[in-house]
């Protein structure tokens, strides 16, 4: 129990040091992840990203079913209320002009702006020092997910067949 505990305060822990050290950087938007992380030797995970439920989740609130839902939760305007923003789109308040891109890369692995350059990427290390969040183990990756995923409108949520579809290292690492 006692290793649980020092666990469970040491993520916290982390997340705190991360949040902190995203203080100067900015958000850039998914075509500056493209960049580099379309290609095969990256692991394709922009083309994989484009093709999740991520990519399109701030377009589903202006779906009938969004709609609908709404409507039963009193909310008038999905597309545009705080409570269903901050999980489909959830750099809405801190880069409301990358709202679109739903769930983008930016929103599990920081803002963009000083790790993106490839002399910094290359260098794990350096690309953290430079805002860039990398998840310590799939416990600390499935807390992100539950983050918005956890009883989302009043549905279970299996992280690890999820996780299967979404993950993307980059291959040899």
């Known amino acids: 129990?006692?290793?649980?505990?020092?666990?469970?305060?040491?993520?916290?822990?982390?997340?705190?040091?991360?949040?902190?050290?995203?203080?100067?950087?900015?958000?850039?938007?998914?075509?500056?992840?493209?960049?580099?992380?379309?290609?095969?030797?990256?692991?394709?995970?922009?083309?994989?990203?484009?093709?999740?439920?991520?990519?399109?989740?701030?377009?589903?609130?202006?779906?009938?079913?969004?709609?609908?839902?709404?409507?039963?939760?009193?909310?008038?305007?999905?597309?545009?209320?705080?409570q269903c923003l901050k999980c489909h789109a959830p750099l809405f308040n801190k880069a409301p002009e990358l709202k679109a891109e739903g769930v983008t890369c930016e929103v599990c692995h920081g803002p963009g702006s000083e790790y993106r350059k490839l002399n910094i990427m290359k260098d794990r290390e350096l690309a953290q020092k430079n805002g860039l969040i990398i998840y310590p183990n799939e416990a600390a990756i499935k807390k992100q997910c539950l983050s918005c995923h956890e009883n989302a409108h009043g549905r279970s949520f299996d992280f690890t067949s999820s996780w299967e579809k979404i993950k993307h290292p980059v291959p040899g690492k």
């Not at 995203?22 to 692991?43: D, I, L, P, W």
């Open 1 to 82: 129990m006692k290793r649980v505990i020092m666990v469970f305060f040491l993520a916290i822990l982390v997340f705190i040091v991360l949040l902190a050290a995203q203080g100067n950087f900015t958000y850039v938007g998914a075509s500056k992840c493209a960049m580099c992380h379309r290609t095969e030797k990256q692991g394709q995970q922009h083309p994989l990203w484009e093709k999740s439920k991520h990519a399109t989740s701030f377009q589903a609130l202006s779906s009938p079913q969004a709609a609908t839902y709404a409507q039963s939760a009193g909310v008038s305007n999905p597309a545009e209320n705080e």
